[in-house]
């Protein structure tokens, strides 16, 4: 089946810790993005990457990092510099040509303690 | 930058109502729109999309028409379901290939 993983569904981390979620997608998707949910609201785009070694930041990049090394592949490390991480964290992938519909994975549930 | 106005939830029907989400944008050019939904704990779902004016897109009973002239594409559906429940939005294309989303409206429909 294509589509997009996401793993693990939950993540326990303590305060100081980095942590990476994992997001892969076998749709040959040329660009990937990382969206960050918090209750009750809306998506907003941490990172995004339209080709291979190369991203951009979104709306609220401070405190993450990616890295673009395989075309299907788009891991986020949160890092100790997120003031406040605990979140819903979804990642996408699309196709340049065409209307840009996204696709989501099921997403990862990040609690620091 | 673009931008999405969403009507507030919580919106709560009864099985069987009809149900209008409104949603108006700010975009530069032509954008693309698109509703998706998320049932609660996943990721979303496309659930309907327009890529030009006066288009409607339709899925599962749901429809929505892309309005230039208002820039809108409210969210309609005739006869909703308790399995219909969920939370919607509404994002249009933007620069950069990418999407702007709105706050979500949440759905809950009881019998």
């Known amino acids: 089946d294509g589509g997009i993983t996401q793993s693990p569904k939950y993540l326990f981390r303590k305060e100081g810790q980095n942590v990476t979620l994992s997001c892969e997608q076998n749709l040959n998707h040329d660009a990937m993005y990382w969206y960050r949910q918090d209750p009750g609201q809306g998506l907003r785009l941490i990172y995004y990457?339209?080709?291979?070694?190369?991203?951009q930041k979104g709306d609220i990049a401070e405190g993450y990092s990616v890295s673009r090394e395989k075309k299907e592949s788009f891991p986020l490390t949160v890092t100790s510099a997120q003031k406040n991480p605990t979140a819903f964290y979804l990642c996408?992938?699309?196709?340049?040509?065409?209307?840009?519909?996204?696709?989501f994975g099921p997403g990862t549930r990040l609690t620091v303690l | 930058g673009n931008s999405v106005t969403q009507m507030e939830g919580p919106v709560t029907l009864s099985e069987e109502a009809f149900l209008t989400i409104n949603c108006t944008y700010t975009?530069?050019?032509?954008?693309?729109l698109f509703w998706y939904v998320q049932y609660p704990g996943e990721g979303l779902q496309l659930l309907l999309k327009?890529?030009?004016?006066?288009d409607k897109g339709s899925n599962k009973g749901f429809e929505a028409t892309y309005r230039k002239e208002t820039t809108s594409f409210h969210l309609e559906k005739g006869s909703v379901q308790v399995s219909d429940s969920a939370v919607y939005f509404c994002a249009p294309t933007g620069g950069g290939n990418k999407l702007t989303f709105g706050t979500g409206t949440q759905l809950k429909v009881e019998l």
């Open positions: 990457s339209q080709i291979v070694n190369d991203f």
């Open positions: 327009a890529t030009k004016a006066d």
């Open positions: 996408a992938s699309s196709n340049l040509a065409g209307h840009n519909e996204q696709f």
């Open positions: 975009a530069t050019g032509y954008p693309s």
